[in-house]
């Protein structure tokens, strides 16, 4: 018998796995200024008052994650990533510059947090390993475990790939779409689009949990 085809995300995530040795670097140095610039929109949007609950989901590295765990050493901060290479570096990471963060090895569409478990979520450059349904479950569990009023800020790359590369790599499953967050339960408070390393296109939503859904 054939053996099972391993799915289209985890394929990707073996991709990014194996960029893990230069990842960082590569963020770093080859993004430079257009990724220090997402970062930081990233981090204005998210509005972070210093002692909130966050969860970064997907957070590969944990790059942004120890840089909010820096900034704001009274914010209790969270990451998830389905990877556990990814996360045993964002804990190797963590210790080596002394930081506080809470890296756990999951998946975004089964979070393993309780309801009403955060005040802000994010996630950047992560839809594009999901499928449409994963995407729909992603979302309704981000909206499950952020408080009322609770905010999320995605960073996800624009509805349009703008290579071959990106097209191949992604099967046309680029972006997230604004009715995942409406179905959710999530309102949409701004949107706008910016520009990453190579010229691709990343558009930020920030979105918060309605109250009262109904
Ligand atoms: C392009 S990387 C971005 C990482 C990080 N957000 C950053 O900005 O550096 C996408 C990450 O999503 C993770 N990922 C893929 N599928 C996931 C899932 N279902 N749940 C959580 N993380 C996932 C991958 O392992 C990878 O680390």
């Known amino acids: 018998m054939e053996p ?3 799915s289209y995300r985890h394929r990707f995530t073996h991709f990014t796995d194996a960029l893990i040795p230069v990842y960082n670097w590569g963020f770093n140095v080859l993004g430079g200024r257009s990724h220090e610039a997402f970062r930081r929109r ?3 949007l998210a509005a972070l008052k210093g002692d909130e609950r966050l969860l970064d989901a997907g957070c ?3 790059m942004l994650a120890l840089r909010i765990a820096a900034r704001h050493s009274n914010c209790a901060v969270n990451g998830i990533d389905l990877s556990p290479k990814m996360i045993a570096v964002a804990r190797r990471d963590a210790e080596e510059q002394g930081l506080t963060a809470d890296f756990r ?3 975004i569409t089964d979070l393993p947090y309780p309801d009403d478990s955060f005040d802000v979520a994010i996630t950047n450059i992560m839809y594009h390993h999901l499928d449409l349904a994963e995407k729909r479950q992603a ?3 981000i909206a ?3 408080g009322p009023g609770g905010r999320y800020v995605s960073a996800e790359f624009g509805p349009r790939a703008r290579n071959a590369l990106q097209r191949h790599l992604a099967k046309g499953e680029y ?3 604004p009715s995942h967050l409406t179905e959710a339960g999530l309102a949409i408070t701004r949107e706008e689009l910016g520009v990453l390393a190579l010229r691709k296109q990343v558009v930020y939503r920030v979105a918060v949990k309605q109250a009262d859904p109904t």
């Open 139 to 141: 979302v309704a569990e």
């Open 105 to 107: 090895v999951g998946s």
């Open 175 to 177: 972006t997230l779409y």
């Open 42 to 44: 990233v981090l204005e």
């Open 4 to 6: 099972e085809q391993p």
């Open 60 to 62: 590969g590295t944990g």
């Open 144 to 146: 499950r475990v952020l």
